[in-house]
């Protein structure tokens, strides 16, 4: 990604990074919403929804339509597959924030881990990724694996298998489908693997946010 594109870039991360936003993002990959529909869904009010609409509009992530007097918004995919493919971490990044990570990422693991086998899971978001990074790398690309073997390989790591399994899904390092697991090509950031299941043509990273939203509001 060149300069040009990093305002967008910046643009588009501060847009989700607020809990009501990316809900809202959620739902309205699914289908269209108009405001008071999107109120009553996230218990909140019209004229808030209207201010976050118009928030996920100006990063160019929504949509509208309108019908007679109603207005209603979606997603915007195109955006979405633009970011999928070009917004990564990988591709961001400036050039001193290698060592960097890499010293912020021993530190974390030297904090909870004690030789191969995690104290506890980290409360702290930054910090559970860390460890979720290291996890995925026990796995190997290209490999198809069943659920009772990803939890073994878990297993040898932490007792809570369950949980460690359903982050390393829902944060993009591994993929599942009909109880088979396989680890994605890239690390802290979600791929061009297939998800489970989403629509012909719709990026994995719109299925995601759409999972995760529909998970916190229902």
């Known amino acids: 990604m060149d300069e040009t594109e990093q305002p ?48 996920l509009r100006r990063a160019n992530l929504v949509r509208m339509r309108p019908d007679g007097t109603t207005r209603y918004y979606r997603l915007d995919l195109d955006t979405l597959r633009r970011m999928h493919h070009g917004v990564r971490p ?16 021993e530190k974390v693991r030297g904090e909870f881990f004690e030789g191969l086998r995690l104290k506890k899971i980290p409360a702290s978001r930054k910090k559970r990724d860390v460890i979720l990074n290291w996890l995925a790398g026990q796995f190997e690309i290209g490999m198809r694996y069943p659920e009772k073997t990803v939890n073994e390989i878990i297993k040898r790591h932490h007792e809570d298998t369950a949980t460690l399994r359903r982050e390393l899904v829902g944060g993009g390092w591994m993929e599942r489908q009909s109880g088979v697991y396989w680890r994605t090509n890239a690390m802290h950031a979600p791929t061009d693997a297939p998800p489970p299941a989403h629509a012909p043509g719709e990026p994995a990273v719109a299925w995601r946010i759409a999972n995760r939203a529909s998970a916190d509001v229902s």
């Open 90 to 105: 990988e591709n961001i990044a400036t050039r001193n924030t290698g060592a960097a990570d890499a010293t912020w990422d």
């Open 8 to 55: 967008q870039a910046l643009q588009f991360f501060k847009a989700l990074a607020d809990e009501s936003r990316l809900k809202m993002a959620g739902l309205l990959a699914s289908r269209e919403f108009s405001v008071e529909e999107l109120a009553t869904a996230l218990s909140l009010k019209p004229p808030t929804v209207s201010h976050h609409l118009g928030i």
